[in-house]
């Protein structure tokens, strides 16, 4: 990218022109310490090409007869180039009124403004006060041609101009008449051969001044082919990246985006820019993404982050690198975003977690509850010979059933304890999911019907064997269907379905309510161990955790998604999906 013609000192000399060539870097080196490239950002690569001399290089020998020189204009009228060293930096129009204030220059003006200025080549009359050593009014000819330069953000160009005095010219023509009128008798033949002459001249001066303009003109051209291409690179590279590559303004304004996030956001091609990030974040998270800005440009410095974002009703994990950066034509400062989508990488971390806590607490619990069972059964055992000694209906009696019922809950816990710390011990084995699915819902249709709950089942057909214990399999079921009948609180309704996954060879077990939902703050904690919401005396907080840690024994995975009534209204509630993978029948040999 190119960007405007500028002096190098404009304190100094305004004289000494320079044009900044900018192309962005990113790590593509390998080394032994890091063998893959990152292909990253990582800064500009800025070259300061110094007009003055590039154009004192080429400019001079560009002639027009004995005295005629060419001079060099911008797209705004500055002198890049030109034989009165005063002149370079400056304004044309100004300059020649400051050179000769006495001077009218209606017409080079108007041929500047019409012509030159609006891009155009041609050819003209003007009268100028001065011509090289020469000061004194006098008619000058002059042709021009425009060159145009490829910019970062619009096309600008160079108009390069050829004068001579007329009278040069004129001149050689009085000469030649001059020497007609001495030399009559050969009037005829010094006409043909003046003319001949002139033409032959004329015809060089021409064709060496297009050859000159044109091999000018060939190179400024390549040039901006080059500058094209490099601007091309650069949104190609943008553009394929699969990261978020976006700038914004202090305001949280959208200045930029490339096609990937325009897809996260689901946004039309260009319609992100101009756009605030409070239409497309919730305030929270906008706030936030705000305050990050703020600091990056108060303090010039880069921020990485990892933040969560919830667009069009889903949550993404991203991770955030912003950079501050500073466009010459704005004092605002502006700041560069790349953030990549890590999302599956957090989902792969709480899965890990969880397991952690999986294999931790399997071995905890087997410990703990074998310690609590044997003095529990002691007590329980104590407990009933003494209620075969009371009667009936005594207050002792009642204290004693107090104690048994309390007792028997504890029993209940230590034994989905034992149940859990069991699952390492079962052998694998595959079972008909339908028929689990069958099995569990006519032992749990009484208590649905009691409860008000209606309860559907869509099974897909053909359904393959998956891996996994019938009876664990019913457990993990009979978990999942109790809470949501517990979260539908006495109407609604819960639906069982099974389905085949056929790109990666798992079955597919959703089951679904339509009741309140759980809040987001809740959906990291809902398979720990102990973590309920139910009121004390209502559950335990194992059912999950004991129906994760079975799921993962037979390789598959449980995931829960669960919107609220604030969140979804008309559309809450709560879907468990376990994936286990099917049975693979080995085939006949050939």
Not at 32 to 42: K, L, Q, T
Not at 460 to 480: E, M, Y
Request: aromatic share 8%; hydrophobic share 40%.
């Amino acid at each position: 990218m190119a960007t405007g013609v500028r002096p190098r000192d404009p304190g100094k000399d305004r004289r000494h022109l320079v044009i900044d060539l900018i192309i962005p870097t990113y790590e593509d080196a390998t080394d032994g310490r890091h063998p893959h490239a990152s292909h990253r950002f990582s800064g500009y690569l800025r070259a300061t090409l110094n007009v003055s001399e590039l154009l004192k290089q080429i400019v001079p020998p560009i002639r027009s007869g004995k005295t005629g020189y060419a001079w060099v204009l911008d797209s705004s009228s500055i002198f890049l180039h030109h034989p009165e060293t005063s002149f370079i930096g400056e304004n044309a129009f100004e300059i020649r009124n400051q050179r000769n204030p006495n001077l009218s220059f209606l017409q080079i003006n108007q041929i500047q403004r019409e012509e030159m200025l609006q891009g155009k080549e041609g050819t003209g009359v003007y009268t100028s006060g001065w011509h090289r050593e020469l000061v004194e009014p006098m008619e000058k000819l002059i042709a021009y041609a425009p060159v145009k330069i490829q910019g970062p953000f619009a096309d600008s160009f160079w108009s390069v101009a050829v004068v001579a005095p007329v009278h040069e010219i004129e001149g050689a023509i009085s000469s030649v008449y001059g020497r007609q009128v001495l030399l009559q008798s050969v009037m005829v033949l010094i006409i043909l051969l003046g003319a001949i002459v002139v033409l032959l001249y004329e015809l060089r001066w021409s064709t060496v001044l297009e050859a000159e303009v044109a091999a000018k003109t060939e190179d400024i051209r390549r040039y901006a082919q080059d500058l094209e291409r490099s601007e091309a690179k650069y949104r190609s590279l943008v553009e394929s990246a699969e990261d978020l590559i976006f700038t914004l303004d202090g305001d949280g304004v959208i200045r930029s985006a490339n096609q990937y996030m325009a897809g996260v956001f689901r946004a039309g091609d260009g319609a992100l820019v101009g756009q605030s990030l409070y239409r497309y974040l919730p305030r929270e998270q906008a706030d936030e993404q705000l305050r990050l800005i703020h600091e990056v440009v108060e303090d010039g410095k880069r921020q990485r982050t990892e933040s969560l974002f919830q667009i069009q009703g889903e949550d993404f994990w991203f991770n955030l690198h912003y950079i501050p950066i500073r466009e010459q034509d704005r004092e605002e400062p502006v700041v560069l975003g790349i953030a990549r989508d890590i999302t599956d990488r957090k989902s792969l971390e709480r899965q890990l977690i969880n397991a952690e806590k999986l294999a931790s607490l399997g071995t905890l619990a087997a410990g703990v509850a074998h310690e609590i069972n044997n003095p529990l059964g002691i007590m329980l055992g104590f407990c009933e010979l003494l209620l075969e000694k009371m009667e009936p209906g005594t207050m002792e009696y009642n204290d004693l059933k107090t104690i048994e019922r309390h007792g028997l809950h504890c029993k209940s816990i230590v034994d989905e304890l034992l149940s859990f710390a069991r699952i390492t011990d079962e052998t694998e084995e595959y079972c008909d999911v339908n028929a689990t699915v069958n099995a569990i819902v006519s032992v749990i249709q009484h208590t649905a019907n009691m409860n008000n709950i209606a309860m559907k089942v869509n099974l897909a057909a053909d359904l393959p064997r998956a891996r996994g214990d019938s009876r664990g399999l019913q457990q993990v079921l009979f978990n999942l269907v109790n809470n949501a009948i517990h979260a539908l609180k006495g109407s609604g309704t819960v639906t069982i379905t099974t389905q085949l996954g056929k790109q990666d060879g798992h079955v597919k077990i959703v089951v679904q309510d339509d009741g309140c939902g759980i809040p987001r703050e809740f959906m990291d904690k809902i398979f720990d161990p102990f973590f309920t919401t139910k009121k004390v005396g209502d559950g335990t907080g194992l059912g999950l955790f004991v129906s994760y840690g079975m799921v993962a024994k037979y390789g598959g995975t449980i995931l829960c998604d669960s919107r609220t009534v604030e969140e979804s209204p008309g559309n809450a509630g709560t879907a468990f999906t376990i994936r286990l993978p099917i049975e693979v029948t080995p085939q006949d040999p050939a």
